[in-house]
């Protein structure tokens, strides 16, 4: 079984400039998270999707972040413009959704994102 | 707000030693979940251990135990055995149950594993 693949896997960019991440969960997961992870620090959940439904934002700061999952698959969480307090891993997971298991997440590998 | 608190930020443990990392949580619900994630450096996050608060009976996973005290909200993890390739982050989770619940990590204790 495929895990989580998320895209690029390292990215530098300027501040003020603009950048996306990819996320392709688990094939059959209902349910995607966007985690924003500060070195030092544990992830904290950015958005949260149901399929390609909003359950969760209360987190994302949405004057310069956002996040799509169009056809509840694969989804991309954009910055624009990005900040030098914005440099973090960006982790997905994905879970079921639907059964006992439903909440056991699978995370990728991450996107480590550098502003200078 | 739901909140979880890891006072170690660094473990150590010689090879084949047992080692327990510690949790509290802050929750005024009755049904939640717990985890207990492990980041190895560069590498993915891993579920090791969950356990459902309505279930008094403590979580196993071969060396890995946890040690749930619901009343004093604390949620521990002993690791058995301690073996080279569990040196890693280590993250409690906290999440409510009930419909679509946000999942709230503690800032990780780094374990580190002495040959």
């Known amino acids: 079984e495929a895990g989580v693949a998320q895209s690029p896997r390292y990215k530098i960019i300027e501040k003020r400039q603009s950048v996306a991440f990819w996320c392709n969960p688990i094939s059959g997961h209902a349910t995607l998270y966007w985690y924003q992870q500060i070195l030092g620090q544990g992830p904290k959940l950015l958005i949260q999707f149901q399929n390609n439904g909003v359950v969760d934002d209360s987190q994302l700061p949405k004057d310069r972040f956002s996040a799509e999952r169009l056809k509840g698959v694969d989804s991309t969480l954009k910055i624009q413009p990005a900040k030098l307090e914005d440099s973090a891993v960006y982790l997905c997971?994905?879970?079921?959704?639907?059964?006992?298991?439903?909440?056991?997440?699978?995370f990728g590998a991450g996107t480590r994102l550098s502003v200078l | 707000a739901q909140t979880v608190t890891q006072s170690q930020p660094e473990m150590s443990v010689q090879e084949a030693e047992t080692v327990t990392l510690s949790c509290t949580y802050d929750t005024s619900e009755s049904d939640y979940y717990l985890f207990w994630y492990k980041q190895p450096p560069s590498r993915q996050m891993i579920l090791v251990i969950r356990q459902e608060a309505y279930k008094q009976q403590n979580a196993t996973e071969n060396r890995f135990s946890v040690n749930f005290q619901k009343a004093a909200k604390s949620f521990s993890l002993k690791i058995s055995d301690s073996q080279l390739g569990d040196a890693a982050m280590y993250f409690c989770?906290?999440?409510?149950?009930?419909?679509?619940?946000?999942?709230?990590f503690g800032i990780g204790t780094k374990l580190q594993v002495i040959p």
């Open positions: 997971a994905s879970s079921l959704g639907e059964t006992e298991a439903k909440n056991i997440q699978y």
């Open positions: 989770a906290y999440e409510g149950a009930g419909g679509y619940q946000k999942v709230t």
